[in-house]
């Protein structure tokens, strides 16, 4: 067998390869199965959507533009129900959360998202991460001055806004507002963390810095990002998924997929083959 790309290639390659992951040696966090999604009542722009997501590791979403990535990260948060029939099912800790009968406000604290263009309140840094938890009845202003201080930790902001807190945060920087989100996000304390191209809208050096966050918060949150870049998935994520025409087509190890993948389509992407 050889690393490279090129040489991998032969008649024998599946059109379609998605690692098995083994429950009894992983935790999964989250898994779908026959995910489907379809915009306006019958556009199909999702299907057989079948992952498995570890817990307390980073997942990449890759593929070109229009292939399916962000309808399918924006469903595991029910974030498409209203413009979008998703069908299948989604499995948090049992329960198919895919289902009408699921409270989506109380499990979108279990599961948060971050979107591409970071989205501050016009509030202060503190009033920002304490708006939400108020909403949820923590008045108590000692353990709100903790999660901002903890949360603001965890997005590697604190050292930059912890005299600044009262400050407006559309007075900070792109990057350190995006960071602000992500502490916005954890500050709810979610098992999962959804991001959609976070870092895409930033210069290298905020795009950096959210990786190195991102890395830090796997410790204690399972990541799926989307990302078109994939420099960036192969350096922060354990696996990728590979998006294409509204399917997944290959999942696996992020070392296999950037080294040795197995479908042809896959082995084009990475390469720069988009044709
Ligand atoms: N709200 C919507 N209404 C109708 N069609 C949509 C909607 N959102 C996405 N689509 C369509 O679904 C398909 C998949 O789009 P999606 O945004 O998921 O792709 P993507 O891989 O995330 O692309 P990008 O990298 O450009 O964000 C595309 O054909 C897109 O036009």
Avoid: C
């Avoid at 040489?7 to 690692?19: A, G, Q, T, W």
């Amino acid at each position: 067998m050889t690393e490279t790309n090129e040489l991998v290639f032969n008649d024998e390659m599946p059109e379609r390869y998605l690692y098995e992951m083994d429950e009894d040696k992983h935790e999964v966090a989250l898994s779908t199965s026959d995910l489907a999604v379809y915009y306006g009542g019958d556009k199909l722009a999702l299907s057989d959507a079948d992952l498995k997501f570890e817990r307390f590791k980073i997942t990449s979403l890759i593929g070109a533009s229009g292939s399916g990535k962000s309808t399918f990260l924006r469903s595991l948060n029910r974030m498409n129900d209203s413009v979008a029939r998703v069908d299948g099912k989604i499995m948090y800790r049992g329960l198919n959360i895919n289902s009408s009968d699921i409270d989506v406000y109380e499990m979108r604290k279990h599961i948060g998202m971050v979107f591409q263009r970071p989205n501050p309140f016009a509030k202060s840094i503190y009033d920002n991460i304490t708006f939400a938890l108020k909403q949820h009845g923590i008045r108590n202003k000692a353990e709100l001055d903790e999660i901002v201080e903890t949360s603001l930790r965890q997005a590697a902001l604190w050292d930059e806004v912890k005299d600044d807190l009262n400050k407006s945060a559309l007075a900070l920087s792109g990057g350190q507002q995006q960071r602000l989100v992500i502490a916005r996000a954890v500050a709810m304390k979610p098992d999962i963390l959804l991001l959609d191209e976070p870092a895409s809208a930033l210069d290298p050096i905020s795009s950096s810095k959210i990786e190195d966050t991102l890395l830090k918060l796997k410790d204690e949150y399972t990541i799926i990002i989307v990302t078109h870049n994939m420099q960036q998935a192969a350096r922060i994520s354990d696996y990728t998924a590979f998006f294409h025409m509204g399917k997944v087509i290959e999942y696996d190890l992020t070392r296999k997929i950037f080294t040795r993948p197995k479908v042809q389509r896959t082995i084009d992407y990475v390469n720069g083959n988009f044709g």
